[in-house]
């Protein structure tokens, strides 16, 4: 192995893992249970929505020119005929000039009636109705199809489905939704110096934190993460358990050791057992970084300290998971933000700031890449493009937020 | 019941939802997926984090005083003493003056050594290194506890877990964590115009929409959904549920049906059964919302209209929601945003207007409130307070984002 990495720029990095990207695989999941994925499909209306003219409010359905002029001081005198029933159509029921019908929330309007007068501004005297505020044409109904027409495409693919819209999915018929599979991300952790979070380390050692920050990540962004715990840093233990993890996922993630010893084992191994593409990236922090395929699947190295891993995982692993999940617009929540000092960056390499985020103001934590503190301190990230020499206080920066 | 409804202000509304709030109930849960879970105890740190020196790069460990004026023209020339292993501490090793060890990242910095020089700025010629660049006292070292210090509270309770949380958790040690139990919220449909989504409905009746909105909120949100169906509107129908549903779950919503007849069915049934707290308050939409307590259990009279049904879960549920799970700070996500145009508003009730947001700009999306489209199109409310008679072209306002 060379002393050296042959670095790549981040667009390089993501083209790759772009490239060799599995297809999108879809599932059907019941509409109850169908928040957060993302939609493999188009939906349309199957029917107009609503399907009839309907009432918004609790009143009475009238013909809008016998209201024409009515106050408070003169109301419009009209006579009851009904009472409309929830959930049907009521043919029989008609409302003529000078008549009215009480409509519920959600009723059908009857023929003959083009709005509704809202309860509030009527008063009842016997089969008399008192209407003291004049009501225009369709006001207070929904009309047929004027949220859906029949047809009309609702949804597009690769929406990441909000609790509205899974009400709204649920109101156009679809009991059973297509949406993408959930990819299966495996969690490897290499490096002599790992120990699991049960042990209390010695001196040289470290508990392994990155499989969980991993495994949170990745159940947050809608994977199955499988941890397959610490694997001891000999070429055997490399080759056994990419062996198990490469058939069993999708993607497989090598994580946790950060010497240079360790990340040549893992560039050594994915180049024995499938190929390495890149080694090395131009990003800081998150340098050494490994992508390669095993049997058709990507496998990646990732640096071993936390912050950079995080960095690696949404700047280049994400587009691939986007990719497999079919996402048309990124999920990423982001934030503009002023900046309240300049930040000095080097150029050549894409550079992330952890930055607390008040009110719309950016302010950068530094202090040592290595530190967790300020990981789970910092509101979000901001990038440095690599052609850049720095951002500059008072400049508009979108924060990645966490 | 009477044809008007008792209006109280939202605030009034949410102090009755928070005294009638059951408590807090924890359960720990493997660290692995703790991700979106609510932290119910403080984390302190069992260790010094790092537990020792650590190196940040892969280099040399040297006195930094010999390398005082190094540079490329004039290299200071140290002898390497040996190797650093990863993972324990090489007591044998130490740097004296004039020498260095190899380093890579992670590892232990030897005894005599206070700094590290990136192997970047260095040469090797058989025993002797050339080092190209001065380093300070501890650059490129994290100190020991530089991080967390031993006993150090780390997370306060109340806290929602990110994915680097989860990481920084499993570097303290933290295998199980303590965190809030979800809360098991049952959801019943009712109202005589309701069919599921399989069916296609007739004139007048509509499919549930709410039942899946609902559930895929509250999933998001760190509950645990239960959806009852859609109940008659007998009042036994809605007795035998509640009967069922209240014993079973730490809070219902009763949703669905937007006529008054079925309101008032709600609301004498959980007077019947329970207490009826509040019903309306000054919230547009979701004026006809219903408050009630069974059994202990709070229990909820949505209005019909998902629209409706949404603003009231955000403005009157989460702070019962965010009551039970402890949260410490709101994790409801908000952006700051300049408004485009007027909003009038109606003085003595709070109203919510669904907006888009794009690039710091808010525009409203007008329309009839009972509209599903502007729901999905928008990406959240800007709430206008009860006391104002409406927001300002041009002013700074918080949007609830989706």
Partial sequence: MSRFLNIVPVADAVATVLRISPGLMTETVPVESVAGRILAADVTADTDIPGFDRSVVDGYAVRAADTAGAGEAIPALLHCT?????????????????????????????????????????????????????????????????????????????????????????????????????????????????????????????????????????????????????????????????????????????????????????????????????????????????????????????????ASAFVVLIAIVRPLLDRMLGISRPIQRTARATLTINIPSQRGREEYVRVRVEKGVATPLFGKSGLLNTLIRSDGLICIPAGSEGLEQGSMVEVILW
Same sequence: chains 1, 2.
Wanted: hydrophobic residues 45%; contains cysteine.
């Fill in 82 to 306: 009904g009472w409309i029933s929830m959930g049907r159509q009521d043919t029989k029921l008609a409302v003529g000039p000078g008549t009215c019908a009480y409509i519920p929330t959600g009723g059908v309007l009857p023929a003959g009636a083009d709005a509704v007068v809202m309860v509030e501004y009527t008063e009842e005297a016997a089969d008399t109705v008192l209407v003291k505020k004049a009501v225009s044409h369709s006001e207070n109904v929904l009309l047929r199809n004027e949220d859906f027409k029949q047809g009309e495409t609702v949804f597009s693919s690769g929406r990441r489905i909000s609790p509205q819209d899974a009400g709204v999915l649920a109101a156009c018929g679809c009991a059973a939704v297509t949406v993408a599979k959930k990819p299966v991300v495996g969690i490897i952790s290499t490096g002599n110096e790992l120990v699991p979070v049960t042990a209390v380390p010695e001196p040289g050692q470290v508990r392994d934190a990155n499989a969980s920050m991993l495994a949170a990540y990745l159940m947050e962004y809608g994977c199955i993460p499988r941890v397959y715990g610490i694997i001891a840093d000999e070429r055997e233990a490399f080759e056994a358990i990419l062996a198990r993890a490469v058939p069993e996922c999708d993607v497989v993630l090598l994580s946790g050791g950060s010497s240079k010893d360790d990340r040549d084992m893992t560039a050594a191994v994915i180049a024995t057992m499938g190929t390495v593409l890149v080694h090395g990236i131009a990003i800081a922090p998150g340098k050494p970084t490994i992508i390669g395929r095993i049997a058709e699947k990507p496998v990646f190295g990732l640096p071993g300290h936390p």
